[in-house]
């Protein structure tokens, strides 16, 4: 970001204190010690992050910056007083479009998010804008895992590794999705094996069933013979009957009629003598005899009907009437049975026409599931240390190299070569997650700690100015405002002048505010506007 004007209200050594920023060059802040010339960039801090480089919180005061960021101007006002809460207010500047984002927030803390999202996160700002003599061998004299961690943070490299967990969350839930579809597809595979099983099953009780065919004519037929006979048979066995009970009537009489017969005589049966009624008695015999032939010939005549015959072809009637009755509803079995077949055909049909068609569904579910998965696994590769993160994170260390080549071969007056190298691959084939730096030039040694003070600082504002730029190309914030406090210590006057004509040319597009307690240093500096603070001159 681009700090156009900076108003400080209450804090150490700022009562009352307003600064005026230009465009580019350089702008010196000088004074002695506890005069207030880092609570300019404290300020800044402050006023748009709540956080000071050195720690330090701010009971009460008043900050307010005027900044450009991605082509748009935001006052920025953090407030605060012994008796009030925090206040803090960002909003476009009324010289801007009015329609750019309003960054006040209905709270402090959403305020703050609304700033760190459009402006960059603090320890990018710090590391990339602030270079400072506390600051300055931060970086180059860190362990190589903590040097990959610093970078990891001013390239933003988390976002690989969001992704990453991102992409990993979405393949766990990918697999669940996928082991769901299984379990449904196998699901769906059985139903439809068990429907056709029970619609075959209907098919073949279909197909092996076949009703007799019964002659309607014939049964209406005998329905009517059978009938006739049965009352046929009832007249000859009431007729039969009749005449039993004839010939039992006779038979009777005839026993009677023998009887009396037997005890009329004409003689005595002892002596052989007449009986002087003789003639009566044989007249009386006479008559019985004739009765008794008379009835023995009405026994004669009497005839007893055969219903052997009737019987016989009722029975046989019948039992051809009872056989078509039973095939008859044999048939009605088989009809009931076969209509529930088809039924059961029918829906076990339907049944594997739904199934089936569900069946699909899952299936080409499961196409797109297997495709998102090997996307994912793609993704997941992409995302890698050894995919595009390594890539991305090699390549900007190629940048950051070349550029803090650069700016090292100007500070020294010679050529100078500084490579970064990330990770290494391990014996066992896992990376090295660190960040080496090697060195190269005449009478300089290899690695950093071999080098002297003056060579080091040279390194630690090389590759300062090189985070600050691969910074801006990544932010867009390429004028920046870059902040140096006290940063020529530990520099000889060779080294001195060199830093000066580097921040000097650093300034041709840029705001450089350089702070520096010695007076006689910032003569030396070619400043488009110099402070003086706590001097007589302030």
């Not at 967990?165 to 990918?174: F, L, N």
């Not at 049975?337 to 829906?347: F, S, V």
């Not at 594997?352 to 793609?378: P, V, W, Y």
Request: hydrophobic share 40%.
């Amino acid at each position: 970001m681009r700090v156009k004007s900076i108003e400080i209200k209450g804090l150490p050594e700022h009562s009352d204190t307003a600064v005026d920023m230009p465009s580019t060059g350089v702008l010196v802040i000088t004074g002695p010690n506890g005069s207030g010339k880092s609570t300019i960039i404290e300020s800044v801090a402050w006023a748009v992050y709540g956080k000071t480089l050195r720690g330090a919180a701010y009971a009460s005061g008043t900050v307010s910056v005027d900044v450009d960021a991605h082509d748009t101007r935001y006052e920025i006002t953090r407030a605060k007083t012994a008796r009030t809460k925090l206040s803090l207010r960002a909003t476009p500047c009324d010289t801007f479009p009015t329609d750019t984002l309003d960054m006040t927030g209905d709270t402090t803390t959403s305020t703050q998010r609304k700033i760190v999202d459009t402006l960059q996160p603090f320890h990018r700002w710090r590391r990339t804008c602030v270079l400072s003599s506390a600051d300055a061998a931060h970086f180059s004299s860190a362990p190589d895992a903590d040097k990959k961690r610093i970078l990891e943070e001013i390239l933003d490299v988390d976002a690989f590794d969001r992704a990453s967990t991102k992409v990993a969350a979405d393949k766990d839930a990918q697999a669940a999705d996928i082991r769901d579809a299984q379990a449904t597809i196998a699901s769906l595979e059985s139903r439809i094996a068990s429907a056709e099983r029970s619609r075959d099953d209907a098919d073949r009780v279909i197909s092996s069933l076949s009703p007799a065919e019964v002659d309607g004519y014939e049964r209406a037929t005998l329905l009517g013979q059978v009938a006739s006979l049965h009352k046929k048979l009832d007249d000859a066995r009431a007729q039969a009957q009749n005449a039993k009970s004839d010939v039992a009537v006779l038979k009777s009489k005839i026993a009677n009629a023998k009887r009396e017969l037997s005890s009329v005589s004409t003689h005595c049966n002892a002596c052989g003598r007449a009986w002087d009624n003789a003639e009566q008695s044989q007249a009386k015999r006479d008559s019985l005899l004739a009765a008794v032939v008379d009835l023995q010939t009405q026994l004669a005549a009497v005839r007893i009907p055969d219903t052997s015959r009737l019987e016989s072809e009722w029975r046989a009637k019948s039992k051809r009437l009872s056989e078509l009755d039973a095939q008859e509803a044999a048939n009605g079995r088989i009809a009931a049975t076969i209509l529930d077949a088809r039924a059961r055909a029918a829906e076990a049909e339907q049944a594997i026409t739904r199934d089936r068609a569900q069946l699909r569904e899952a299936n080409s579910a499961m196409t797109t599931m297997l495709g998102n998965a090997q996307l994912l696994d793609d993704a997941a590769r992409v995302f890698s240390k050894r995919g595009a993160r390594g890539l991305f994170f090699a390549g900007a260390l190629d940048d950051i190299s070349a550029m803090a080549t650069h700016y090292a071969s100007a500070l020294a007056h010679r050529d100078v070569r500084i490579t970064m190298t990330p990770q290494t691959t391990k014996k066992d084939g896992s990376a090295a997650d660190r960040i080496s730096i090697d060195i190269r030039s005449d009478g300089w040694g290899a690695d950093y700690s071999a080098l002297s003070g003056g060579q080091r600082r040279r390194v630690d504002i090389a590759i300062m100015l090189a985070l600050c730029d691969i910074n801006a190309q990544m932010t867009g914030m390429r004028r920046a405002t870059l902040f140096c406090d006290e940063l020529f210590d530990s520099l000889d006057d060779d080294g001195v002048t060199a830093a000066i004509d580097l921040l000097e040319s650093i300034a041709e597009d840029r705001c450089v505010v350089l702070i520096t307690h010695n007076s006689d240093l910032a003569k030396q500096i070619r400043a488009t506007k110099t402070i003086r603070l706590g001097g007589p001159d302030a």
